[in-house]
């Protein structure tokens, strides 16, 4: 593992994607404080299940949609939709009187 500080980021950017294609962790620090870690994408860190965290994460956050964040996850919608449920996630974000509203469309 390798630590460097936000300044030699700023003077360096792509020494993290430099360090991941070696499978180099990076630890980013602030004043020699962790802030973040850099950790390579390979297939290891994938077979320990980080590709359903990161699915989740950003479909939590709003960058991916449902079917996107499931694909990443390599899970059936159904079984994503399973697990964001278990973890308490919202999936429909949507005021009740609007869905209301959507939903007399159908009947």
């Avoid at 991941?20 to 077979?47: C, E, R, Y």
């Amino acid at each position: 593992m390798q630590t460097v500080g936000i300044r030699a980021l700023r003077i360096n950017p792509g020494l993290l994607s430099s360090n991941a294609k070696k499978g180099v962790l990076t630890l980013v620090t602030n004043h020699s404080v962790p802030v973040s870690l850099s950790i390579p994408f390979d297939d290891s860190l994938l077979s320990l299940g980080i590709h359903v965290f990161l699915a989740i994460k950003l479909f939590e956050e709003g960058n991916l949609t449902l079917q996107r964040a499931a694909k990443l996850a390599n899970l059936p919608t159904e079984t994503f939709l399973s697990r964001l449920a278990t973890l308490g996630i919202t999936v429909v974000d949507q005021p009740t009187s609007e869905l209301d509203a959507e939903l007399k469309h159908f009947e």
